[in-house]
């Protein structure tokens, strides 16, 4: 209420979306760092949406089906550029530019 007040909710929703964004870009490169050095850097842009999971929910307290929410929302909003696997548990990056 007192964002609103304030007149800066907009502001503060801008920035956790800003967040949300740079946390995932540093797990990705985290997470493909690994995959690269276990020798499989073809499928480094595929990665389990676990580690996701349990960083949404270390950051904010998200459950899985938040966590994919919040994932598929920074999808759609161009934040990242890939698709959520449901069927495979998984995201795929763009190979280009995550």
């Known amino acids: 209420a007192e964002f609103i007040e304030t007149g800066t909710y907009l502001v503060v929703e801008k920035l956790k979306l ?3 964004q740079n946390l995932c ?3 990705h490169a985290a997470l493909s760092a690994e995959i690269v050095a276990a020798g499989k850097a073809e499928h480094k842009h595929k990665q389990d949406l676990t ?3 349990h960083a949404l929910e270390w950051q ?7 966590a994919t929410c919040i ?7 161009g934040a990242i550029r890939g ?3 449901d069927e495979h548990h998984k ?3 763009s190979k280009e530019s995550p």
């Open 18 to 20: 800003l967040a949300y």
């Open 60 to 66: 904010d307290g998200c459950d899985a089906d938040e």
């Open 25 to 27: 870009r540093r797990l």
């Open 83 to 85: 698709y959520l696997s």
């Open 91 to 93: 995201i795929v990056f």
């Open 71 to 77: 994932l598929a929302s920074l999808i759609y909003i």
């Open 51 to 53: 580690p996701y999971e």
